[in-house]
């Protein structure tokens, strides 16, 4: 389906929503029907990272209409969620997890933002269950401090925003191409969507927020805290920030703060018998040469600034 989109051109877009699968048959089961509901026959797309729980066998015999990209080795999120948006066919392509559920009308004001063509992503007001409490997240804000990127969630009556989630945003397609996807360098997760975000960026691609926008994330056990530890979460984490620094920073200012602040951090890390940073830093150290290829290979994109981001 084509939606008009407010420009003086009266363009339409076609839009596929892509959801990344692994072992959520029972996140499914809750939230597909009423996510295919409202998003108002766009194409749907579940890509599954080699579930063991009978996913595929669930949507193949209860949702016939969705296409299934299935894997047969899992591979972690920036693959799966590569391997779907390769399949779409939409201008533009919306990524929602399995907990997140879409309220009526999302569409509209989400799609609006791209009848300017220099916007790459446009992220959704998520109505965040978390302990019995909703909290408005969705718009992040970050930048550069002492050599490293810091990033927390930040207010939502602002329609600038830091990066879009993978979990609950809109993304121009034949922007994300040029981009080359999410970098697969953070497998298994974590860092990805803020990366690809910062890439546009530095293009000179915009990105916004729409708290018009509305999905419910429920934040249901995730299958990741069933395979991972909190230490292994947490060490991968501290990997992917030193790959997300290394691949993407080339301001001399800020560059030279890295160097001089990361030795500290890690002896300050080191007293305080914080071994999960230390082992997250030598696991990047370890993938420096494809760090560094990558590195490569993305710069030629760069237009704007580290200062400015």
Sequence with gaps: MRYNINNPMNAKLTVSVVIPNWNGVYLMEKHLARTIESSGGAEIIVSDDASTDGSVE??????????VV???????????????????????????????????????????????????????LEKSLENGKT???????????????????????????AWVSGGSGA??????????GMDELFTPFYWEDIDISYRARKAGWKIAFEPKSIVGHYHESGVIKS????????????????TFIWKNLNDPSIMAAHIFWTPIRLLQALFRWDLIMIQGYLLAVLRYP?????RQKQSKLWNVSDRLL
């Excluded at 669930?58 to 296409?67: A, S, T």
């Excluded at 066919?89 to 791209?114: A, C, M, Q, R």
């Excluded at 494809?290 to 990558?294: E, Y």
């Design 171 to 180: 993304f121009r397609r034949s922007m994300w191409n040029e981009l080359g």
């Design 290 to 294: 494809a760090i560094l290829s990558k």
């Design 58 to 67: 669930y949507l193949r015999k209860n949702f016939p209409d969705v296409i």
């Design 70 to 124: 299935s894997s047969k080795k899992q591979q972690g999120f920036a693959v799966n969620v590569n391997a779907g948006v390769r399949r779409a066919t939409g201008d533009i392509v919306i990524l929602l997890n399995t907990d997140v559920e879409p309220e009526k009308g999302y569409l509209t004001p989400l799609l609006s933002h791209f009848s300017e063509t220099s916007v790459f992503a446009v992220g959704c």
């Design 135 to 161: 909290i408005l997240r969705g718009r992040g804000v970050a930048g550069w401090k002492k050599g490293y990127y810091t990033h927390e969630r930040g207010d939502v009556d602002k329609s600038d925003t």
């Design 227 to 242: 395979k991972y530890t909190p230490k292994d979460v947490k060490r991968i984490s501290f990997r992917n920030q030193f």
